[in-house]
């Protein structure tokens, strides 16, 4: 597909914002300290490994290290089996019974679904209103991520889930430390998060009890391999281990996600000519029909949009390792008890990397542009690499890439006046929401 004509252009988003990459501030002062000190940075027992080749390090040795005690401030909403705090044989047998429903031709299935929820948030904005997109395509994918994994019945229940898992995740977006302390004294926010835990395990315990006793409805795959699974030794998951998955893949699923695509909304209408671009591809491969299973290779430059996103804005904006064993990376002694944390938006950003970094130029995944780049797991990172490797990234991916080719397809849109900034400890997200205005 030829680039639009720089006279088809419009301005679409406040002079302010033209061009303009958002930057995070704890992010910016890793990259400085990355400058200034190389690869390795300590803060008393925070130890930061930045760059491709501390990331390569910590790919490449997973004996090392520990995710429980990295990620146990998720317990609280995740449970004390989850994948994300499992080490070992436990993690590696977890895995093996939750993989098979994420599976990429698994995924293709689901587009229908992504599409129909996309359309059902999209069509309902009228010419001339103003909305906060983050925050409508953060229940679009909720929804969308609840019916794709657990059918039509737990979706029907997505606001439910929405309003509790809301209360856990607040408590969760803080220091681990910060969320030891609110164990410890028991605080309003605490007990509020607990009887929100208490609820969507009553939710999903009948749920369970219901599938133990053969009754899945025809769209439950995921609940259904959860629960029925057996690993090569003929062991299946307990009722919690059953539990923690759910929650773990509801949260996990829509938090990282919906951040992403606000990013991608707002890089798309503040970087000159990509919505238009983006918005004739999907007229030229789609029409006005949702993507199916052959569509989404032919959509190259919305592909290149999804990437350029999670590089710019990755929503782990860095992610955390506990130091089981010590040893020695740059010259520097990492000790065993030190918590070791890497970052993806350190890396996405470094100019010996990319050219113009701070650049949002989704070509510059494509094969037919000069800069295309062959990346390594180490230089592009958004859902890291190892053992631990995001398990949904093709889930989140394909929606991103279906709900943006829905609201491409279905609605012109600008930016309006307003304090666009980063928040994050779970996601990088827009901390006040995106507001868009829709057009005629
Ligand atoms: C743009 C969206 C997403 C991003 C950026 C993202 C990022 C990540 C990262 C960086 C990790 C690894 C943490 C580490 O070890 O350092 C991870 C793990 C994980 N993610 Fe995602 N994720 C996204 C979407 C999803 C979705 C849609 C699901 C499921 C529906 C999901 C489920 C999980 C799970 C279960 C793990 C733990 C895997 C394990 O420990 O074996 N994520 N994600």
Redesign the pocket.
Known sequence: MDPVPESAHTARAVARWSGHTVSYPPGEILLAAYRRRGPVTGIGRYVYLLGPEANRFVFAHSELFR?RE??EGLIPVDGST?????DGSA?RR??RL?QPA?HHRQVESYLEIMADNADATVDEWRPGQRVDLYRQFRSAIRRS?IES?FGRRLAAESAFFGAQLQALLDLVDHLPQVVTWQRRLRTRQWRRAMRARARVDERIASEISRARSGSIDDDDHVLASLVHGRDETGDGLSDEEVRD?VV???A???E??S??AAWAVYAMLTTPGVWERAAAEVSEVLGDRPPGRQDLARLTYLDGVVHET?RLY???VV???KVATGFEFGGREVRAGSMLL?S?YVTHRLPELWSEPLRFRPERWMTTDPDHPKRGLHEY????A????????T???T??TVMLARLLARRDLCLPEQDIRPTSFA?MRPKHGLLVDICE
């Open positions: 995710w990295a990620f989850s994948l994300i705090v499992s993690h977890r895995r939750v994420l991520t994994l998955q773990t893949l509801i996990a699923g829509f990282t996600t951040a992403a999670l990755p929503p782990a992610s955390a390792r890497y993806p990172l958004p859902f890291s190892g053992a631990h490797r995001c398990i949904g990234a889930l989140a991916t929606e991103l996601a």
